[in-house]
């Protein structure tokens, strides 16, 4: 019988492959998000090699979601929810040129203590989740699930005992608006095509002026729902002096 594939020996080339770090295959995020950083990844070696380096030296790429989406044979609203999905989790990050030009993306290597927070909650499951033995009757998915996890208890309990308070991702150009996942995803069923321009405006805004809100979230949906009555575009809009939310 023929066969389309040899089996491997000392002098076999490997063919073309992505660069799948370890901390993946243990990374609390779905299957097509690690592929997907696994694809970028390789796209900022390739950046890195053409010499593609903002002003600071980081090397960033610009892969538009429809190229994206040809290239992972994926819907364009898959791909952009996992850029959303790996842009939370700090692995990438996205900044905007301008009307009509696509994001640079910039791909973030974590550091150990990153590695930590993004395999903990996958590995305490894990732990929990044992195969069961012949004769045994498996726990269904959703009930493992379910289970209690000590580890981030405990991790919960001792961050509150120190005053340490984890905060949500840092987005927007000067990294200074502070949204949780939750809190995104409110923001883009309620402000589908200028969520983004709000974030910037946000980042811009308090960078330039010095002032600081209470809630980012709250301030974005105050801002877009006043332009929305106004029947307004993004504008430049901000609170009166000595107003915060």
């Known amino acids: 019988m023929n066969t389309i594939a040899d089996y491997m020996t000392a002098d076999s080339k490997l063919p073309p492959y992505l660069p799948y ?5 243990e990374a609390d995020l779905t299957q097509f998000s690690k592929l997907l950083y696994a694809v970028l990844l390789d796209r900022a070696n390739l950046s ?39 842009e939370t989790a700090g692995l990438i990050e996205r900044r905007r040129q301008g009307f009509s030009l696509p994001n640079r993306i910039y791909v973030k ?15 305490s499951h894990r ?16 009930d493992r699930k379910l289970s209690p996890n000590n580890m981030s208890n405990n991790n919960l309990r001792n961050s509150n005992l120190s005053g340490v308070r984890e905060h949500p991702p840092a987005r927007g150009r000067y990294g200074n608006v502070f949204l949780t996942e939750a809190e995104v995803a409110e923001l883009q069923a309620d402000f589908p095509s200028v ?9 811009e805004y308090m ?3 010095g002032k600081t809100y209470k809630s980012h979230a709250a301030t ?11 029947g307004k575009g993004v504008s430049d809009y901000s609170c009166k002096e000595g107003e915060s939310l």
């Not at 010499?51 to 980081?58: L, M």
């Open 48 to 86: 890195l090699a053409n010499g593609w380096q903002d002003d600071e030296g980081q090397i960033y790429i610009v892969f538009p979601i429809c190229k994206i989406a040809n290239a992972v044979d994926r819907s364009p609203m898959t791909v952009k929810n996992a850029l959303t999905e790996l």
């Open 195 to 203: 969520w983004q321009e709000y974030i910037e405006r946000l980042s």
């Open 220 to 230: 974005i949906r105050r801002w877009a729902k006043e332009d929305r009555r106004k």
């Open 127 to 142: 732990g929990k989740e044992t195969c069961p033995t012949d004769g045994q009757k498996a726990v269904p998915m959703m």
């Open 109 to 123: 290597i974590p550091d150990g203590q990153d590695i930590v927070l993004l395999t903990d909650r996958k590995l």
């Open 207 to 209: 960078a330039s002026t």
């Open 21 to 25: 770090p370890r901390f993946l295959m």
